[in-house]
């Protein structure tokens, strides 16, 4: 048996999975927990996969390795490949007043034809503009910027550790992570440097982009990490999920973690002005139009906190409620917003009587609060040409026992549960057996569930009747 491994730099946690490389089955995992915040020096990831691969059992028997990690972290290294100031993360909103400067200098069409995207605080080339602005002295020191898989891959490589080699041109990527930069091309499939510049304030060191499967070298022996390993390209979170999943065209994902997101695979990139729909590529030559808010699972925390319930009592306080919830709705935007992009922003609760306002009530709100956020992503990938056969729901919130029921009543297509499973860490997997074989394995993938739409539109009319002014603008100038 030819094992695999793929690795979930993710924001909270780093998860391994050890794979059999010719069926996808899982032969073991690990986890190790990342430190909070929006900003974290890297180390702490290096750290955390060391130990979640101790964790799996070590890869003494594994023949290749992949990184998945978090889009659009901001990892800013010296001449000598030092970290220069700890990483700030995709959910650090800092960068909101520099995303406007940068849209205001280019204008939002060409961002979004020259890079697929429009800047907001969640993508790279803002976090490099805040940090020329506000800290000028680390900011020429820069000679690269990488994002979190691709300093992962070049410690991996043998590269960047106190006291050992520090070869910069030996960084590399993929294109799908790339292109979560804002300085990326998705016409080209390579950097567009003057954006770059036009951001940071001189130019840096990028990582070579490598295509899908193409191997980036092997591992250099550092702690639970053995040398020799083929190693994969990585990818961003979002593009890996979509590998594990095997999404094909009609399938839209929801992903529900600490943010959530919804995303599909098409043929031919796409530019939306309104920032709205991010055109990502995917990890396998496609592209990846995704729509992201920063307000996810969370929500449900937050709200199962305040009721003094576990998150089974949240769902089950939920279903208690009729559809709807009496008229109570919560715009959940308790970490400001990123889609639609409202950094300022706070949660509201509104349509409280004494009828609605309950336990039960507030407990359904909030599920339909944050599935209200993801129907309107959907809607938005539908008006640049996505079509949706089912939504694939996936994420530590899509297995409660209540988000698919009460899903059924605001979203108007079948919601299918995939088996419970890594999904990230597990495409990951998939890249490193097509780096190593050197074609793209096919492993299957198997539905749990699968509820068909009970659609009631009040829902989701009441939640937009809501929204700020400045939301209703943005999400209708998609396109």
Not at 36 to 58: C, K
Not at 116 to 142: C, D, I, Q, Y
Not at 307 to 325: I, K, R
Request: proline share 6%.
């Amino acid at each position: 048996m030819t094992l695999v491994c793929g690795i979930d730099s993710s924001t909270q946690s780093c998860k391994v999975l050890v794979v059999d490389a010719a069926t996808g089955e899982v032969v073991r995992s690990g986890r190790a927990s990342h430190p909070d915040g929006t900003e974290v020096d890297p180390r702490h990831w290096w750290d955390a996969l060391q130990a979640a691969v101790a964790d799996a059992g070590g890869l003494d028997d594994v023949a290749a390795v992949s990184v998945a990690g978090q889009q659009h972290g901001m990892v800013v290294l010296d001449e000598q490949g030092q970290v220069i100031r700890p990483a700030l993360l995709w959910n650090d909103t800092r960068s909101a007043p520099q995303a406007e400067q940068l849209v205001a200098e280019l204008g939002a069409e060409q961002w979004a034809r020259r890079t697929g995207v429009v800047p907001v605080a969640s993508f790279t080339a803002t976090k490099l503009r805040w940090l020329a602005e506000n800290e000028p002295e680390h900011a020429a020191r820069v000679a690269a910027v990488a994002l979190p898989h691709d300093w992962l891959t070049w410690r991996l490589l043998g590269h960047g550790h106190e006291g050992g080699p520090a070869d910069l041109s030996a960084l590399v990527t993929d294109r799908s992570d790339a292109s979560g930069t804002a300085y990326w091309s998705p016409h080209t499939g390579d950097w567009d440097t003057e954006l770059l510049e036009l951001a940071l304030g001189h130019p840096a060191h990028l990582p070579r982009v490598l295509g899908p499967g193409e191997s980036a070298g092997s591992t250099v022996a550092e702690g639970a990490v053995p040398a020799g390993l083929v190693v994969g390209p990585g990818a961003g979170d979002n593009a890996a999920g979509a590998l594990g999943l095997q999404v094909v065209p009609g399938d839209v994902v929801v992903s529900i973690g600490t943010s959530t997101t919804v995303f599909a695979v098409t043929d031919a990139p796409v530019a939306d002005a309104s920032g709205t729909v991010a055109g990502f590529a995917d990890a396998a030559g496609a592209f990846l139009p995704l729509v992201c808010t920063l307000n996810g699972a969370r929500v449900l925390d937050s709200v199962a906190t305040l009721l003094g319930v576990d998150h089974d009592g949240l769902g089950e306080l939920a279903l208690q409620s009729p559809p709807g919830s009496d008229g109570l709705v919560l715009q959940p935007y308790f970490e400001g917003e990123r889609t639609p992009n409202l950094p300022d922003a706070t949660a509201t609760l509104f349509g409280m009587t004494l009828a609605s306002t309950t336990r039960s009530g507030l407990a359904r709100a909030a599920f339909e609060g944050l599935l209200c956020g993801l129907a309107d992503g959907i809607e938005a990938v539908q008006q640049v040409g996505v079509g949706v056969e089912r939504i694939l729901a996936i994420g530590g919130a899509a297995r409660s026992h209540a988000l698919p029921r009460v899903a059924a009543g605001v979203f108007d297509s079948t919601v299918d549960l995939p088996a419970p499973g890594e999904y990230v860490a597990l495409g990951a997997a998939v890249q490193a057996a097509w780096a190593l074989a050197g074609e793209r394995p096919r492993w299957e993938r198997s539905v749990t569930e699968s509820h068909e739409p009970r659609h009631v539109p009040e829902i989701r009319a009441r939640y937009r009747d809501r929204l700020p002014e400045a939301a209703r603008e943005q999400l209708g100038r998609i396109g």
